[in-house]
């Protein structure tokens, strides 16, 4: 079975740092796209990133450029969100997604919840 | 940005009888390669998404066939023909045509 886990959300002050991880099984990692999508209470599902298979390709939503920064490591089978400078609306539950490559996702993790706030 | 507008945002359901969900973008979604990149997603409460249908009509493995989805170009609608007490969620839809990609709003799914 396709699993995927996302841990390292918590409480994080205005301003700072935090990595999010998605582990995964049950497919070869190394041959499909992945996205990191968030559910904020105002916006709902927002799309954050995608990376291709090998991390060359990188896209993100202009909003979140240069503050957040997606990874991944083929070898460990694992998905990263690096976010920095975090404001009070990245509040959110954050996703990690397998990305068909067909415009879509497929399987979700279960979410890590990220709160912003002083 | 592409603006996907869901309609309604919360529907009454008797169990049973059918639902139909309305999800308009403000582009088209037909791409370059002639295909039509719109999902649906489910989420039940307390779990996360789960993909029903992609490509606008296609439904995924294990998703009853008493969901279907339709449309074109801007216009598309998911239906549930019987709604049964598993299907009480939130319903949104997703565009992958032009980037970045958006979801809708979502709408609730729920016993009147």
């Known amino acids: 079975d396709v699993q995927l886990v996302e841990s390292g959300g918590g409480l994080v002050q205005p301003g700072g740092s935090l990595r999010l991880s998605c582990g995964t099984s049950g497919f070869t990692f190394s041959h499909y796209y992945m996205t990191w999508v968030r559910h904020t209470p105002g916006k709902g599902l927002e799309w954050v990133a995608n990376?291709?298979?090998?991390?060359?390709?990188?896209y993100y939503v202009d909003s979140l450029k240069g503050r957040f920064t997606i990874s991944r490591d083929n070898a460990k089978n694992s998905l990263y969100l690096q976010m920095s400078s975090l404001r009070a609306e990245d509040t959110a539950v954050y996703y990690c997604?397998?990305?068909?490559?067909?415009?879509?996702?497929?399987?979700w993790g279960q979410g890590t919840l990220v709160t912003v706030s002083s | 940005d592409v603006v996907m507008t869901q309609s309604p945002l919360s529907l009454p359901v008797t169990l049973g009888q059918p639902a139909s969900i309305s999800c308009r973008s403000s582009q088209s979604l037909v791409y370059s390669d002639g295909n039509t990149y719109l999902s649906w997603f489910q989420q039940r409460p307390g779990q996360s998404p789960r993909r029903l249908i992609y490509?606008?009509?296609n439904r995924d493995s294990g998703v009853p066939d008493r969901f279907s989805g339709s449309g074109s170009g801007a216009d598309f609608t998911l239906k549930i023909s019987r709604v049964e007490a598993e299907d009480l969620a939130i319903y949104y839809c997703l565009q992958g045509t032009h980037w970045p990609y958006t979801f809708g709003q979502g709408t609730k799914l729920e016993i009147k």
């Open positions: 997604a397998r990305d068909t490559g067909k415009r879509t996702v497929d399987h």
């Open positions: 990376i291709g298979q090998d991390g060359s390709y990188k």
């Open positions: 490509e606008v009509s």
